[in-house]
């Protein structure tokens, strides 16, 4: 008895039917995978490049978005440059319009106490209610009537605004306006002359009264001339704040600044 045939899958052999024809070749197969082969590439690429170029696309409009905030800030930036320029040029017009009005100011304070002295060293209240009248009489009484034939009009005299010292303390100075500016300057030049100066034997001293500004530029010149005065040299202080020596040999020097007068100083020790 023959052997019976093998069951086969139905749908197996129609589908190895349909994609295998009976009459194809092995070449055939190869040309098929490789045009298969071929047409997945292309696919592959243009869907890589799809992505690439919208990814570009992308970063492009981010890179445009910022050139033109680069381009907004350099504008700004330079707007601002402009605006500082001005603001610096304005400033320095200010500075020095503030310069002139600070020399017009101090200058015209010193004027208006030209007619002013000051008193140092006289005993805090001795001057009573009527200050103008006891330190009028005081002047003459100190330097004579040969210097004062009668008691010098006072316009006003007080001592300066500051809190009353307690007993046994530091007097305040003592600020006396003279009605004749003749009058302070001999009262400056005489005591400059005596340069030992009492009352009721107490010692007192008298200076010119210049504005707080004229004496911060003059006590400037302290450490050079206590170094001037070691040296043997004669110093003196011209207003506002200028320095004036006399030479052994009797040449006069003036200097208008403390750098001036230091340069002088070592060119002097150098020599």
Known sequence: MSPKPAKSNGKTTECAAASVPANVSKADITALLAEHRSALLVELKVSFFDDVNKKLDGLQKVSDNHGERLESFEESAETLDQRLAKVEDTCETLRVANEKLKAKLSDMESRNRRCNACLIGLEEGIEGPQPSKFFSQLLQDVFGRDIFPSPPELDRAHRISAPKPAPGGRPRPVIVCFHRYQNKELL????????????????????????????????????????????????????????????????????????????????????
Do not use: C, H
């Open 188 to 271: 400056i030049w005489e005591a400059r002359r005596r340069n030992d100066l009492k009352y009721m034997d107490k010692p007192f001293r008298v200076y010119e009264d210049y504005n707080p500004e004229v004496v911060s530029q003059r006590r400037e010149y302290r450490s050079v001339m206590s170094r001037l005065y070691e040296m043997g040299l004669k110093s003196s202080l011209l207003y506002p704040a200028r320095l004036r020596i006399v030479k052994t040999d009797g040449v006069r020097l003036t200097f208008g600044s403390v750098a001036e007068a230091e340069r002088f100083l070592r060119d002097s020790m150098e020599d």
